[in-house]
């Protein structure tokens, strides 16, 4: 058995700022808990879905807890996080306040307790006193109630500029009225005091009966004080999420390290992944620190509000490898309830049927603005759309074969059990993205021929890139193997393209080049992962392994993949070098070890982290339906014993 708390962590003395903060969690309302110098406790709250006009995810608020008398001041306290409960309590000698946000509920609550005659005090933060320019829109205020209670709500909504640019007014808006609120009460007792915090978003209350029900959620904690138990429902779920599926690793400091660092990536998906909406790659709920180091700009995040799938599908990944079935599910559910969205985008600009999923996707599941501009109003009835187009991601299709290929990949490792969930939700999705490239490359001459395409970000204007080649052989194959409508006809799909690099034969990121490399991706090695059309167990083949050591970009934080390809390709050495350092590469100035970033993206990074964390599962275990290979990367003197998830429902035990 695993026990997580062997990585608990420990703050010591007082934090300058949220910089220095410990994330808590309950799967959609999360915080960022610190001591400050001023000896108060902050608690800096978030949500999943609490959306801003313009689709950025705000912080909920911010409640300072206040004490009569200096106890975190008179003797400086830690701040503890225990994973066998996901709380965070501050102590000393003097006091102690156990932060926990409880599972199932939407509540969190801090629990002071004192030997003394010391007095907690609780008080609402707001930052968000004025309007804020966004874009075409302007974020609203937050409006104060009273000393306990505030709430934010929408007043117009960015989807209203696309559905005045030709979208479909039966769309569903996701910002219009959409509002969030947060309100506290405070429980006496004997030697202390809990107080609880209540939080509530959605788009079908109006404000005022928001307002409602946040008070009297508040006041029914308060009145049945059950902080204990539902504690203990939280120690429930913990230990089942660490437990059922886990890793450990000995033997060296890097080993070990290695696995606290995995297991506190594992912590930060728990926090967050059974929300409203998936989890956002850049910062999760738990970004902090601006850009411009302002204190008060707490909502900040790199990259806006969008979804990117280059990023956002290595969390998922991660999850299915640790064996989180129902937080994917938060993801397949957010691109199925989109279907009508992404079928008017595939409308609109090609006048085809199928599902256009745009590689960089505003919450409603189209183009941001910036990326594609407005939809001209004619093309309703002219003609395919044609507006200012972003080059990165117009021609970029491959992240819907991925998010196709991880649904079927979900399938297989969550067992029969799931089938009628995949059915409902995963299939039309899958069926859908597969006629639109049936729609949009049609076969002639009896091959498809992927014309003027993106091979990723990298590759504008090419022509037969491998990684919708790559996606679409995997994806045809699984589905056959399932009985189910393929749509395409796997013989029409043209081969990988091969070129030759420094005299060695290799996989092409494409067959025809028109321009200059744009990013850093390997386009080519999509074929080792996430495709797994070649990797280690087929003999080491000679043409993979040159592919890699030819590939044109060689690094490994944040979205990389290069660490996943090496332990897939057994090179051993790589890996034992590379990850443990690559691991420990936290934002400057953080305290939480699983605070990554800011690479590419924004604080925590959640690329960075997944990434290394499909890494070494990769190193510690491989397998297809047919095979499974056991510590196929690890080095001699690396203790490990695991219990893992993999193909065919099946659970890999390594003790």
């Not at 204190?295 to 995040?301: C, L, Q, S």
Request: proline share 4%; glycine share 8%.
């Amino acid at each position: 058995m695993f026990d997580a708390a062997v990585f608990n962590v420990v703050k010591r003395g007082l934090c300058g700022s949220e910089k220095e903060s410990i994330p808590i969690g309950n799967g959609d309302i999360g915080a960022n808990v610190w001591a400050d110098r001023d000896g108060c406790i902050r608690i800096l709250i978030s949500k999943t879905d609490a959306l801003s006009e313009a689709g950025n995810i705000l912080k909920i608020g911010l409640v300072r807890l206040r004490f009569s008398a200096p106890v975190f001041t008179e003797e400086e306290p830690e701040t503890h996080l225990d994973l066998r409960d996901g709380t965070v309590t501050v102590r000393n000698r003097l006091a102690r306040v156990q932060i926990a946000a409880f599972r199932g509920k939407g509540l969190l609550a801090a629990r002071f307790v004192t030997d003394g005659d010391a007095r907690m005090d609780a008080e609402s933060v707001i930052w968000r006193t004025e309007p804020k320019n966004a874009g075409r829109v302007a974020e609203s205020p937050d409006v104060r109630v009273d000393a306990s209670t505030w709430y934010h709500a929408n007043e117009t909504s960015e989807f209203a500029y696309e559905k005045a640019d030709g979208r479909s007014r039966e769309l569903n808006d996701y910002i219009k009225n959409r509002c969030f609120a947060a309100s506290f009460e405070t429980a006496p007792a004997e030697n202390g005091c809990t107080v609880y915090i209540a939080v509530e978003c959605g788009t079908t209350y109006d404000p005022k009966s928001m307002v409602r029900s946040v008070k009297n959620a508040a006041r029914k904690a308060a009145r049945e004080d059950a902080f204990e138990r539902y504690r203990e429902e939280n120690e429930t779920f913990w230990k089942e999420y660490f437990g059922k599926y886990y890793v450990k690793l000995g033997g060296t400091e890097d080993a070990r390290d290695v696995c606290r660092l995995y297991t506190l990536q594992k912590y930060m998906n728990g926090c967050a992944d059974r929300g409203v909406f998936p989890i956002k790659f850049n910062g999760s709920i738990f970004c902090c620190g601006s850009k411009d180091g302002t204190e008060t700009d707490y909502d900040f995040r790199n990259w806006g509000g969008c979804y990117w799938i280059q990023n956002t599908r290595l969390i998922y990944w991660n999850m299915l490898y640790t064996g989180d079935f129902e937080g994917m599910k938060v993801l397949f559910d957010f691109l199925y309830e989109r279907l009508p969205a992404f079928r008017e985008n595939a409308w609109l600009r090609y006048r085809i049927d199928g599902a256009l999923v745009p590689e960089t996707m505003t919450i409603h599941g189209t183009y941001p603005g910036l990326d594609y501009g407005a939809w001209q109003r004619q093309a309703a009835e002219n003609g395919p759309a044609e507006p200012q187009c972003s080059p990165w991601t117009i021609d970029h299709f491959n992240g819907m074969l991925e998010l196709s290929y991880m649904m079927l990949c979900f399938l297989s490792y969550a067992g029969d059990g799931e089938r009628a969930y995949f059915d409902r939700v995963c299939y039309p999705f899958i069926h859908d993205v597969l006629v639109f490239f049936r729609e949009r490359f049609p076969a002639v001459g009896g091959k498809m021929r992927f014309d003027n395409v993106s091979s990723l970000e990298t590759w504008w204007h090419c022509d037969n890139d491998t990684p919708d080649i790559a996606g679409l052989t995997a994806i045809l194959c699984e589905l056959d193997r399932l009985g189910l409508d393929t749509v395409i006809d796997p013989d029409v799909l043209p081969d990988l393209p091969r070129e030759t690099r420094n005299g060695k034969e290799v996989i092409a990121a494409c067959e025809v080049y028109r321009e200059e490399s744009k990013n850093c991706e390997n386009p080519e090695l999509y074929a080792v992962f996430p495709y797994f059309l070649y990797d280690g167990a087929e003999g080491l083949c000679r043409l993979i392994q040159d592919t890699y050591d030819e590939r044109h970009h060689k690094f490994n934080n944040g979205w990389s993949q290069d660490l996943i390809q090496a332990a897939l390709l057994q090179r051993t050495e790589k890996c034992v070098g590379e990850l443990p350092p690559n691991f420990r590469r936290k934002a400057d100035g953080y305290f939480f070890d699983a605070m990554f970033g800011p690479n590419m993206d924004w604080i925590p990074d959640q690329c960075h982290g997944s990434s290394n964390s499909i890494a070494l599962r990769m190193m510690l275990l491989q397998d297809k339906r047919d095979k499974v290979r056991v510590k196929p990367c690890v080095p001699e003197n690396w203790e490990c014993a695991f219990r893992l998830p993999a193909h065919n429902g099946r659970t890999v035990a390594e003790e």
